[in-house]
């Protein structure tokens, strides 16, 4: 009897994208041991606990994957690309590893509808919002850095985000969960 509730297809995919997950904690990971480095404590330890996130999001493609009672790949990693060059690359850099993974979870999306598989197209809605979420903190980051002065900030303005990234917490709010009372 067939157990393996997963498609040669999309299994391939989310196997595929497991990686990706584990690539970004590695990304995320570099560039916090850089701003570590460059002395922008608060900025790694936001960095760190990111990758700890995106280490979470590949075990949740890993734990699904068995659930399903398919088969993992476990693959070797990509090397993280080079190491920022100010506080400004580094979140534009971010932001755009956002978006590419936004790209990578909107493709499986796709191929779970296209596929009817809705318990897979109902796990990847997690990450759907998670991918909102993630966008909206790394250009509210951004828009900060833009604001004290983009490459050009001062020591000041980047102590100053230094020091709110330390607590800043890991989601963004979401224009679905604001109200008049709470903008
Ligand atoms: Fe940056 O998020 Fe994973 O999926």
Request: charged content about 30%; hydrophobic content about 35%.
């Amino acid at each position: 009897m067939n157990t393996n509730r997963l498609s040669e297809t999309l299994c391939a995919s989310l196997n595929k994208q497991m990686t990706k997950e584990a690539h970004a904690s590695q990304i995320y990971l570099s560039y916090a041991s850089w701003a570590d480095s460059e002395g922008y404590e608060g900025i790694a330890n936001f960095l760190f606990r990111h990758a700890q996130e995106e280490r979470n999001h590949m075990m949740k493609f890993l734990e699904y994957i068995l659930e399903r009672g398919a088969k993992v790949k476990v693959e070797a990693i990509p090397a993280p690309p080079d190491e920022p060059s100010g506080v400004q690359d580094c979140f534009e850099k971010v932001f755009a590893q956002e978006i590419d993974n936004t790209k990578w979870i909107y493709k499986l999306v796709k191929q779970s509808f296209e596929e009817e598989d809705w318990a897979t197209w109902h796990f990847l809605q997690w990450f759907v919002k998670e991918q909102t979420e993630e966008e909206t903190l790394a250009l509210n980051l951004l828009d900060k850095i833009k604001i004290a002065g983009g490459s050009k900030a001062s020591g000041d303005s980047l102590y100053k985000i230094d020091k709110d990234l330390k607590d800043m917490p890991d989601d963004a709010e979401l224009a679905e969960t604001k109200t008049a009372a709470k903008p």
